[in-house]
């Protein structure tokens, strides 16, 4: 699709009414730092970060496009592993004490992350924690008056998903759930030629995830129980999951193959694969009605016990079905009039006939893009910059709470239909199994104290 197509200002205002009817009637303070106009602003006119995780992606990926963008600025890093927090300030440090000589002021570390959400000077909290912490900060932080850019998988229950919305819609906060795919032209354009109906009426769905563990991370090697590592304070790294002994392959790098604190690949890639089909399914506010499949856990108390192989069936009330399973990464829409999708990460575009991909998207069938938030940075995408241009206008970030929750919903129903063995029917409105209260206890979790949704009020409270 030509480069020049953009959604018009009046289309995409039109588009967003509904999503910011709920939250007009609800106060917010708009930062000071939220008033620059250009790419060269003065400290003042910065939207003000505060990191929270130091890990691979937080200071190996986030900090570096956060560093891309002159209107922004970290102000503090927050981690509960020593050396992590230490690289990651010096990292902030390093990068704008070059660019600002003796005018920059420094960054702040904290190994709590309540005490860098309750600071004055912080607009934006970016939340790159494990998956089992991303929920509890982020609605911190809303309370708190922050907007919130959260990594994916958005949540480790269904539970937690809706809470966090509905605080989302209640405060009145921008918030993005970081998932990149919607500022990948590619993506887009597939979706927009499914929505469009360029494959006549959509039928069925095929997602493939990668199968098995991803060996990423040093420790993945390291299965046996050791000592906790002087300077990691591994209660706080547990948060609300069960306490057990330190096993270094179950923390940095490998987390996500436990189910104690995530989903393994389904809610992994699923987080973005599922969210395409969602997107082209125009189904973002809603899910299927029917789940079923099958996966391989290992016993619960294995190192690593989320499923390396998956198969699972939904159904939409639509009519739309989707298998989910373990394979290479790639998407596929199949249609009454064709089909298209790609394999691979950011694989090219393919479909059943080349008029397909050579079809022209009208404006009036295009779809919201960064770059209509802030035309003159047409070009500069990602979820960070559409994440700060979106504060400073006050407008909703292409990812909202709402879509990361029913994205990762899909998953989280799929993984319970596996650790069931029968199927399932859901109903997507109330968020609930239909009479099956044996399913729905696993849509929440036990939180241990003190690290619960319960408790942050009073957090909020102790610094007011």
Same mark, same amino acid.
């Given at each position: 699709m030509p480069a020049d197509k953009h959604v018009s200002r009046r289309r995409f205002l039109k588009q967003a009414a509904s999503t910011m009817a709920a939250a007009v009637a609800v106060p917010y303070v708009v930062p000071a730092s939220a008033l620059g106009r250009d790419d060269n602003t003065s400290p003042s006119n910065?939207?003000?970060?505060?990191? &929270?995780?130091?890990?691979?992606?937080?200071?190996?990926? #986030?900090?570096?496009?956060?560093?891309?963008?002159?209107?922004?600025?970290v102000i503090a890093v927050c981690d509960v592993d020593q050396p992590r927090l230490h690289d990651a300030k010096t990292k902030v440090r390093n990068h704008y004490a070059r660019k600002r000589g003796k005018n920059y002021k420094g960054c702040a570390e904290h190994g709590d992350f309540r005490d860098l959400i309750n600071r004055r000077?912080?607009?934006?909290?970016? #939340?790159?924690?494990?998956?089992h912490w991303h929920v509890i900060p982020a &609605? @911190?932080?809303?309370?708190?008056?922050?907007?919130?850019?959260?990594?994916?998988?958005?949540?480790?229950?269904?539970?937690?998903?809706?809470?966090?919305?509905?605080?989302?819609?209640?405060?009145?906060? &921008?918030?993005?759930?970081a998932s990149e795919n919607r500022s990948i032209e590619t993506?887009?354009?597939?979706?927009?030629?499914?929505?469009?109906?360029?494959?006549?009426?959509?039928?069925? +769905?095929?997602?493939?995830?990668?199968?098995? #563990?991803?060996?990423?991370?040093?420790?993945? @090697?390291?299965?046996?129980?050791?000592?906790?590592?002087?300077?990691?304070?591994?209660? @706080?790294?547990?948060?609300?999951? $069960?306490?057990?002994?330190?096993?270094?392959?179950q923390c940095h790098g490998s987390f996500r193959w436990c189910l104690d604190y995530s989903g393994g690949r389904m809610t992994d890639w699923g987080a973005h694969l599922i969210d395409l089909a969602q997107w082209g399914n125009n189904t973002e506010a809603t899910g299927p009605v029917e789940v079923e499949g099958k996966g391989e856990f290992p016993p619960k108390d294995s190192v690593f016990n989320t499923t390396p192989v998956f198969d699972v069936n939904y159904r939409y009330a639509n009519g739309v079905t989707m298998n989910v399973s373990s394979s290479v990464p790639g998407i596929r829409f199949e249609g009454t009039d064709g089909w298209i999708g790609f394999q691979k990460w950011r694989g090219p575009l393919e479909a059943s006939d080349k008029a397909i991909l050579e079809s022209v998207i009208a404006e009036s069938?295009?779809?919201?893009?960064? !770059?209509?938030?802030? $035309?003159?940075? !047409?070009? +500069?995408?990602?979820?960070?910059? #559409?994440?700060?241009?979106?504060?400073?206008?006050?407008?909703?970030?292409?990812?909202?709470?709402?879509?990361?929750?029913?994205?990762?919903? +899909?998953?989280?129903?799929?993984? +319970?239909? @596996?650790?069931l063995g029968r199927k399932l029917r859901w109903n997507p409105e109330k968020e609930r199994f239909v009479d099956d209260a044996e399913a729905d206890k696993m849509l929440s979790r036990t939180q241990r104290e003190p690290w619960t949704i319960a408790n942050i009020d009073s957090w909020i409270k102790e610094n007011a």
């Open positions: 910065r939207i003000v970060y505060g990191l &929270i995780g130091c890990g691979h992606h937080g200071a190996g990926w #986030n900090l570096g496009q956060i560093f891309r963008m002159d209107d922004a600025q000077d912080i607009d934006v909290v970016a #939340n790159c924690t494990p998956d &609605i @911190m932080a809303a309370k708190a008056g922050k907007d919130i850019i959260c990594e994916k998988p958005l949540t480790l229950t269904v539970a937690e998903g809706r809470t966090l919305c509905d605080v989302i819609k209640k405060t009145g906060r &921008i918030f993005q759930t993506c887009i354009q597939l979706c927009e030629l499914v929505r469009a109906g360029r494959i006549g009426r959509l039928k069925h +769905i095929n997602v493939t995830l990668p199968g098995g #563990n991803e060996t990423r991370g040093a420790n993945f @090697m390291q299965r046996d129980e050791r000592p906790v590592p002087e300077g990691f304070n591994y209660d @706080m790294w547990l948060g609300q999951a $069960p306490v057990k002994p330190y096993v270094p392959a069938e295009q779809f919201y893009r960064p !770059s209509e938030i802030a $035309p003159r940075r !047409s070009g +500069i995408g990602g979820e960070h910059r #559409n994440f700060v241009d979106c504060v400073k206008l006050r407008k909703p970030c292409y990812a909202p709470a709402e879509t990361g929750h029913r994205t990762i919903t +899909i998953a989280h129903i799929g993984t +319970i239909a @596996m650790l």
